[in-house]
């Protein structure tokens, strides 16, 4: 977990627009924390489950799982750059941005398992996953009703 201030200005860094020697102003931290804001409710009517709590100030704690706060930067970074004349994106922070869908899809995600099909119910061969097309799951002569 950390601070709203700290997980913006090092999103900032990504694409330049923040460093020790030109650190970002007031302005560009309400915007980082505006656009923060966006994603993680953007994340949960997606139905990822991070926790990460909305930012009142920049300030206060973000609460983000930290397995996810680098991926969580990168794709920070990239909504960001626009809002920052002269930033860049490279091409690590483009594959990162990518890993970082795909790792949320994987860890937050909520994953939907159907309910058991009576194998008797299938239509002839479906659900057969050992790539035996000549196996049914009925008998042969009986009547599906």
Not at 27 to 32: D, F, K, S, V
Not at 35 to 49: K, Q, S
Request: some cysteine; glycine content about 8%.
């Amino acid at each position: 977990m950390t601070t709203g201030t700290k997980f913006i200005e090092a999103t900032l860094e990504m694409i330049g627009a923040h460093s020790i020697t030109n650190p970002a102003g007031a302005e560009a931290l309400n915007r980082g924390m505006d656009v923060l804001n966006n994603l993680t409710a953007e994340l949960d009517d997606d139905g990822y489950t991070l926790g990460a709590v909305p930012l009142k100030v920049v300030g206060s704690e973000l609460s983000e799982p930290q397995s996810a706060s680098y991926y969580l930067q990168c794709i920070l970074a990239t909504r960001l750059h626009t809002h920052f004349p002269g930033s860049q994106i490279s091409e690590t922070l483009t594959r990162d941005v990518r890993r970082g869908w795909r790792f949320l899809d994987r860890k937050f995600r909520p994953v939907t398992i159907s309910p058991p099909v009576a194998r008797e119910t299938l239509v002839r061969g479906s659900g057969n996953k050992q790539s035996q097309r000549s196996q049914v799951f009925y008998s042969e002569g009986t009547e599906i009703g």
